[in-house]
């Protein structure tokens, strides 16, 4: 019994062994699988296409263990199993068929194209992949329009810029010549899921704007370099400058004056007039057109001559100050001075050396009067003791005069000169 009991007990450990060896190769198994299953990594890219082209829906496998592949519409029915195409649409067509991708065209795509499309791997459990398909529309031409053909400078103008039936939604901007000016826009979705965007651009003009382009710019992901222009039209007053013909430089009484009065502006200016600014223009002037000649110059004509010119805008001037000064040396005077010019330069040097020299000698005769005039009177004095003596008839009496001087030396004086 002991025995057979034994026995039992080792077929019992046995069989344990047995299941736990069971379930381990059974886990590796299922591992294995696991991993086999995960390995294999199915892609697919989303795709932006233009309404009427052809778009490509590529289904990539990485590591395929021959999984079939099929592809799915966004209503999930079979466009492609393995190579097969059950779907009855013609515009579907196989470009590649391997265990590792399954690529499939679709040409002339419109809207009703646009959604999910799935790839499918067949494994344990399926793997799906998704390609988004995304139809662009392009906007129509676009039409730009203004709030008047004909604008005035100083005024402001509006132009409006219009892009239809776009998906998605267009961006305008606008450029004036080389300067790009901010609009602003307004966005409206239609019924069919298109977009309609419509611009406006305000400013004021000058007159620098005429004739210069403004351009509406659409942008869009289907289309490039997508604009509309519009010429500007810019009313202004005329622009007045005058030129003087002739004389060049400095006016001298006798000659003539030619004056002309260059206008510019838009319309063209329907009337040049010429007047003179607190005075009458001289009655023999000639004004013929934009000119104004006026011969035979004299101090009375000075003054201010004002061109002034008008057009259906308004009107403006410009002013001319004239200023005749003395009439020039004579035609023969002139030759005689230049032919005597030499001799009378030399003479007028002579003079003018002679009177320096005598004025020269005149200041050193002077200085040397004084000179010994103060050295000779150096402390020259007269005193009482010399008293009578320009009476004496000889020096005796001039002596005994002189003593006679003595008795009142209160009264004795100096002088010094």
């Known amino acids: 019994m002991k025995q057979v009991s034994n026995m039992a007990n080792t077929s019992n450990g046995s069989l344990a062994t047995l299941l736990i060896l069971f379930t ?3 886990a590796i198994h299922t591992g294995a699988a696991q991993f086999s299953v995960q390995s294999q990594n199915l892609i697919a890219d989303n795709i932006s296409v233009v309404e009427g082209e052809t778009a ?8 395929n263990d021959d999984s079939v592949i099929q592809l799915l519409n966004p209503n999930r029915q079979t466009i492609y199993f393995k190579d097969v195409r059950p779907l009855k649409d013609a515009r579907f067509q196989l470009v590649n068929f391997s265990d590792n991708e399954l690529r499939v065209s679709l040409s002339n795509v419109s809207l009703s194209d646009e959604g999910r499309y799935v790839c499918q791997l067949y494994t344990d459990p399926p793997q799906e992949a998704y390609a988004d398909i995304t139809v662009l ?3 129509g031409n676009p039409i730009i329009e203004s709030r008047e053909d004909i604008v005035r400078e100083g005024n402001e103008t509006e132009i409006t810029c219009t892009s239809m039936g776009s998906k998605p939604a267009a961006t305008i901007k606008w450029m004036k010549g080389d300067k790009e000016l901010q609009g602003k826009s307004k966005v409206e979705a239609t ?13 004021t003009v000058t007159r620098e704007d005429d004739e210069v382009p403004v351009v509406c710019i659409v942008d869009h992901p289907a289309v490039k370099d997508f604009q509309a222009q519009k010429y500007l039209e810019v009313q202004y007053k005329p622009e007045v400058t005058i030129k003087v013909e002739f004389p060049q430089g400095l006016i001298r009484e006798g000659e003539s004056l030619e004056l002309t009065c260059q206008v510019k502006g838009k319309p063209e200016p329907h009337q040049v007039n010429w007047v003179r600014v607190d005075d009458d223009v001289p009655s023999h002037a000639v004004i013929t057109g934009s000119d104004l000649y006026i011969e035979n110059l004299n101090k009375s004509y000075n003054g201010t001559y004002r061109c002034v010119a008008s057009n259906s805008v308004g009107e403006t001037y410009a002013d001319y100050i004239l200023y005749v000064r003395d009439a020039a040396p004579s035609t023969e005077a002139a030759a005689h001075d230049s032919q005597a010019g030499p001799e009378a330069q030399r003479l007028d040097h002579a003079v003018i050396g002679g009177v320096v020299a005598v004025v020269v000698f005149a200041m050193l005769c002077l200085l040397i009067v004084l000179g010994r005039y103060f050295a000779r009177h150096k402390g020259t004095y007269f005193t009482h003791e010399a008293k009578g003596a320009d009476d004496a008839a000889d020096a005796d009496t001039a002596i005994i005069n002189a003593e006679g001087g003595h008795n009142n030396s209160d009264e004795k004086k100096e002088y010094y000169i």
Not at 56 to 63: A, D, F, P
Not at 191 to 203: A, E, K, N
């Open 56 to 63: 490509t829906i590529s289904c990539r496998v990485k590591n």
């Open 24 to 26: 381990i190769s059974a």
């Open 137 to 139: 529309v392009p906007p």
């Open 191 to 203: 019924y069919d899921r298109m977009f309609t965007v419509t611009s406006w651009l305000r400013f």
